[in-house]
C-alpha cells in the first residue's frame, strides 16, 4: 500500500489542481464586489442525511488558500449527520473564503456520499468477519480524496494505483499464456526489479483456484463473479493457504450471503462509482 507521504503528496496535487482549475488567475467575481479587508463568517450546513467525511479535507484547502483563515469544526469525519447539523464554521477574508467555498462542497458532498455508502455495507456485514474493499473504479484525478472517504465509512483500501500491489486479472492471465505462466513470470519480475509487492490473483472458477493454490507465495486470491455455492467450495479449497476476496456484481442484497460463504474481503466499484452525493451548503452567518 502506499506511504502517508504519498497520500499526503496526492492530496496536496489535488487542492494545487482544483484551485488551479476553478480559480485562474483570479475570483473575478468577489474581487469586484467585496474589498480586499473584508471579514466574514460561514457555516458548513448539512441538508441530507448520512456519514459526513471531509471536514479535515476542508481545512487543508482553507489553510492553502489563505493560512489565515480559521475554521472551528463541530462535527468529525465519520459521524452521522442528519439535515440542519452545522459540520463548521470558518471564518477570515471573505475572498478567501469564497474562493475555496466551492472545492470544500464538491468534496465534502463526494467523500460523504462514498462514506455513507460504505457505513452501509459495514453494517450489513457486521458479526461475519467480513471486509469490505473499495476498488480502482474511481474518479479520475481524485482517488485519493474517494479511497479517504472508504477509511472514514469504515471500510479499508485496496490497492491504491497499479504500483503498489501486483494484481493478475483474467485479461493478465490470457495475455501472459495462463495462470501458472503469469505467476512464474511475475515472480522472476520481483526478483529481478527488486520489489516486494504483494500477490493477487483473479480465479474464473474452481479449476484455476486448484491451479492457483500449486503456486507458493500468493497473498489474496479474487473469487470473481462466483455464485454461492463455488463460493463456499472455493473458500473450503483455499483453506488458510492465503486470504480470500469476492467481487463481481455484489451489491446491498448479496453482499451478506456472499459473506457468510466465509470470505476475508468483498470488494465493490460501487462503493465509489455509484453514489449520489450528500447535500451540503456553505452559509455566510
Known amino acids: 500500500m502506499i506511504t ?3 497520500f499526503d503528496s496526492e492530496i496536496e496535487l489535488i487542492i494545487t489542481n482544483a484551485i488551479r482549475e476553478d480559480v485562474g488567475d483570479g475570483d473575478h467575481s468577489s474581487l469586484a464586489c467585496i474589498p480586499k479587508s473584508a471579514i466574514g463568517k460561514a457555516r458548513l450546513l448539512v441538508k441530507d442525511e448520512g456519514i459526513l467525511a471531509g471536514v479535515d479535507f476542508a481545512k487543508k484547502v482553507f489553510n492553502y488558500v489563505d493560512p489565515e483563515i480559521q475554521v472551528e469544526a463541530k ?5 452521522k449527520v442528519t439535515y440542519g447539523d452545522i459540520a463548521f464554521y470558518v471564518s477570515g477574508s471573505s ?3 469564497l474562493k475555496a467555498e466551492r472545492l470544500v462542497l464538491n468534496a465534502m458532498q463526494r467523500m460523504s456520499a462514498i462514506a455513507t455508502k460504505t457505513n452501509q455495507f459495514v453494517q450489513l456485514l457486521e458479526g461475519t468477519g467480513t471486509k469490505i474493499l473499495d476498488t480502482r473504479k474511481t474518479t479520475p484525478g481524485i482517488r485519493a480524496l474517494e479511497k479517504w472517504a472508504v477509511k472514514i465509512g469504515g471500510g ?3 490497492r491504491f494505483a ?3 500491489m501486483i494484481m493478475l486479472k483474467d485479461n493478465h492471465i490470457d ?3 495462463g495462470i501458472t505462466s503469469a505467476l512464474e513470470k511475475t515472480k522472476k519480475y520481483l526478483k529481478d526489479s527488486n520489489k516486494d509487492l504483494k500477490i493477487i490473483v483473479e480465479a474464473r472458477d474452481l479449476n484455476e483456484i486448484k491451479e492457483i493454490l500449486k503456486t507458493t507465495g500468493v497473498y ?3 473469487i470473481d463473479n462466483f455464485n ?3 463460493t463456499r467450495k472455493a473458500v473450503a479449497l483455499i483453506g488458510n493457504s492465503c486470504l480470500t476476496e469476492s467481487s463481481g456484481g455484489i451489491n446491498e442484497k448479496t453482499i451478506r450471503k456472499y459473506a457468510e460463504c466465509g470470505v476475508d474481503y468483498i470488494s465493490s466499484g460501487a462503493l465509489t462509482h455509484s453514489v449520489h452525493n450528500l447535500d451540503l451548503s456553505l452559509k455566510a452567518v
Open 4 to 6: 502517508k507521504a504519498q
Open 75 to 79: 462535527i468529525k469525519d465519520g459521524s
Open 95 to 97: 475572498q478567501s473564503i
Open 156 to 158: 479499508e483500501n485496496h
Open 162 to 164: 497499479l504500483y503498489d
Open 175 to 177: 495475455f501472459a499464456g
Open 220 to 222: 489474496r486470491i479474487l
Open 228 to 230: 454461492y455455492e463455488d
